[in-house]
């Protein structure tokens, strides 16, 4: 009995160790796992949020909902647009799906900034004041200040031939300064839409807008009796908009943007809303 009793607790003490051992072996491993998805994490968001959006299925897109033709509500209260569209064929060569949130332009930044979305497409020109704070895809659209006349008018033909000549203009726009430092006699309107109307009727002579506004005004109605006659040289581009640190989606975003100039998906969009290429 004594022999017995000794053999079985020599196989007990023997046991015990090896117990031990598997149970450390088991939380480090649980352990080492944790860390390692941790590591991941960081390491996701340090080289950017590709990623993340990946990882999630989506690109989060803030955007206005109320600026046509760039981004609004058609007739069927769909959210549509030039910029809804362009975002949305990004998001699909992503491989992840777009989902848009709404919000009014002063709330748009801090959205973002507050984690909201990824990205912005709504007509953002691209500013050294924004870079400073925010990093932006290439350039997606470009709009030029265009002179534009009534169809009959062949005295003006360039902005220099403004001298003199009345020019509908909105007092608080950078158009405006173009039309006055080209001597032209300001006549104030509340917008695009009230200049066109003047023009149209005889009351002014021209007036310095939007040429994507233009582009848009001749798309729907075709017929108006105005012309472009002159546009400024360069103009002001807008891109998606992006935090800082993102490095790996904004080279995504353009390649995905590169893909689409490519193959002319892009100019398909642009020629269904403007009736032109707008992106030089």
């Known amino acids: 009995m004594k022999k017995t009793l000794m053999i079985t607790l020599l196989l007990v003490l023997l046991v015990l160790p090896g117990c031990g051992g598997n149970n450390t072996g088991s939380n480090n491993t649980n352990e080492g796992a944790a860390n390692t998805a941790a590591n991941e994490a960081e390491n996701q968001e340090a080289s950017g949020s590709l990623a993340a959006v990946k990882t999630a299925g989506k690109l989060r897109i803030g955007t206005e909902g109320t600026y046509a033709p760039f981004t609004y509500h058609g007739t069927d209260g769909k959210l549509t647009g030039f910029d809804v569209e362009i975002a949305a064929e990004i ?88 039309a006055r430092d080209n001597g032209a006699e300001i006549v104030s309107v509340e917008g695009f839409n009230q200049a066109i109307d003047l023009l149209v009727s005889g009351r002014i002579d021209a007036t310095v807008n939007d040429g994507l506004s233009f582009l848009d005004l001749k798309k729907q109605k075709p017929d108006v009796k105005i012309k472009m006659v002159d546009e400024e040289e360069g103009g002001s581009r807008s891109a998606a908009v992006f935090p800082k640190g993102k490095a790996d989606l904004v080279q995504a975003v353009n390649e995905a943007l590169a893909a689409m100039k490519s193959d002319g998906t892009y100019l398909q969009i642009s020629e269904k809303y403007f009736g032109a290429d707008v992106s030089k």
């Open 91 to 178: 998001a699909r060569r992503l491989g992840v799906d777009a989902e848009f949130v709404e919000a009014q332009w002063d709330g748009l930044f801090a959205g973002m900034d507050a984690g909201r979305f990824d990205t912005i497409f709504n007509e953002v020109s691209i500013t050294e004041e924004r870079q400073a704070k925010y990093d932006f895809s290439e350039p997606y659209i470009v709009s030029k200040a265009v002179l534009i006349v009534a169809e009959d008018n062949n005295d003006i033909k360039s902005f220099a031939d403004l001298k003199g000549k009345k020019s509908g203009q909105s007092l608080t726009s950078n158009l405006s300064q173009i």
